[in-house]
C-alpha cells in the first residue's frame, strides 16, 4: 500500500559520531538502530563517511592501507517529531557517557511517499 503524508508533525533525528564508537560492547550505530527498531521507530538509516571531522578536529579518512576504519557515522531515525523526542530523551545519557564526541540534531521533515515493500 503506498501512503501519500503531507504533514510538519514528522522530523529526523540525526546522529553524527565515528564507525568505532561505542555503547557498552556494541557499536554504537548497531546499539541505537537495533533499540530504534524494539521502540518501534518507523525508520532508521545508518550511512558512513569517507571523510570527515568534529568538534575533535582530527580529520578521519578512508585509506587502503589503514588498518582501522575509524570513520565518520551519520545515524538517521525518522518518524513523528513527538516519538523521536521520547526516543532521544532515552538515550541521551547513554552518548552523554560515550568517551568520544558526537553531534545530535532534529529537524522537521516531510514525508512525500512511504511505500512498502513486499
Avoid at 21 to 39: E, F, N, P, T
Avoid at 69 to 91: A, G, M, Q, R, W
Amino acid at each position: 500500500m503506498t501512503k501519500k503524508v503531507r504533514s510538519s508533525s514528522y522530523s529526523r533525528l540525526k546522529i553524527k559520531a565515528s564507525t568505532t564508537d561505542k555503547i557498552g560492547s556494541k557499536l554504537l550505530y548497531q546499539y541505537l538502530v537495533d533499540l530504534a527498531h524494539k521502540k518501534g521507530i518507523a525508520g532508521a538509516t545508518v550511512f558512513r563517511g569517507i571523510m570527515g571531522f568534529g568538534s575533535s578536529k582530527a580529520i578521519n579518512s578512508s585509506r587502503f592501507w589503514e588498518l582501522t576504519e575509524k570513520l565518520p557515522v551519520v545515524i538517521e531515525f525518522v518518524d513523528l517529531s513527538e516519538k523521536l523526542e521520547l526516543f532521544y530523551s532515552e538515550i541521551e545519557q547513554d552518548l552523554l557517557n560515550m568517551p568520544k564526541g558526537c553531534l545530535v540534531t532534529m529537524e522537521p521533515t516531510e514525508i512525500l511517499l512511504q511505500k512498502k515493500g513486499k
